[in-house]
């Protein structure tokens, strides 16, 4: 089992949690077990997360709570901390942390909502992702918006 392997399988964590992965892809990771040591354990510690985090909705894997678990070990597979090893800025070059809040520095058009972010809409409570140039946050007209922070500034 090489390093590259459980990185790999780390990120397709990461993009499920920020729901951009395909079902089959995160079908393969959960539901085939893995003939390496390392990629099985880690298999059956998201089994764990499911199992302690039972979906509310029908079309979810795991709670909300999960989700953020998955995250945990997404993060500690890739080696990078909560908050303190990945620095974000905004697009004046101050640091984001979890629980900030921006101001959109110009008008957004959002995919797949046909709504238009106005310049000047504050998104509180940001979350950091794995990509530094990105933040994930909620709006008044758009739940789990993922921004660039090319777009915003600390509020």
Same mark, same amino acid.
């Given at each position: 089992?090489?390093?590259?392997?459980?990185? +790999?399988?780390?990120?397709?964590?990461?993009?499920?949690?920020?729901?951009?992965?395909?079902?089959?892809?995160?079908?393969?990771?959960?539901?085939?077990?893995? +003939? &390496?040591?390392?990629?099985?354990?880690?298999? &059956? +510690?998201?089994?764990?997360?499911?199992?302690?985090?039972?979906?509310?909705?029908?079309? +979810?894997?795991?709670?909300?709570?999960?989700?953020?678990?998955?995250?945990?070990?997404?993060?500690?597979?890739?080696?990078?901390?909560?908050?303190?090893?990945?620095? !974000?800025?905004?697009?004046?070059?101050?640091?984001?942390?979890?629980?900030?809040?921006?101001?959109?520095?110009?008008?957004?058009?959002?995919?797949?909502?046909?709504?238009?972010?106005?310049?000047?809409?504050?998104?509180?409570?940001?979350?950091?992702?794995?990509?530094?140039? =990105?933040?994930?946050?909620? !709006? =008044?007209?758009?739940?789990?918006?993922?921004?660039?922070? =090319?777009?915003?500034?600390?509020?």
């Amino acid at each position: 089992m090489t390093t590259t392997e459980l990185k +790999e399988a780390a990120a397709l964590i990461t993009r499920f949690v920020n729901g951009e992965t395909e079902d089959w892809e995160w079908g393969v990771l959960v539901d085939v077990p893995a +003939e &390496q040591p390392a990629l099985e354990a880690l298999r &059956q +510690e998201l089994l764990a997360v499911a199992e302690k985090n039972p979906p509310r909705g029908g079309n +979810e894997w795991c709670a909300p709570d999960g989700m953020s678990a998955l995250r945990a070990i997404a993060n500690r597979v890739l080696g990078v901390a909560e908050d303190d090893d990945l620095v !974000v800025k905004d697009s004046n070059g101050t640091r984001l942390a979890n629980g900030d809040s921006v101001t959109l520095i110009k008008d957004l058009p959002v995919k797949g909502a046909n709504v238009t972010l106005k310049r000047g809409t504050v998104a509180k409570n940001i979350r950091l992702t794995l990509n530094p140039e =990105e933040i994930e946050c909620n !709006v =008044e007209k758009v739940r789990g918006l993922v921004l660039r922070v =090319e777009f915003v500034k600390k509020a």
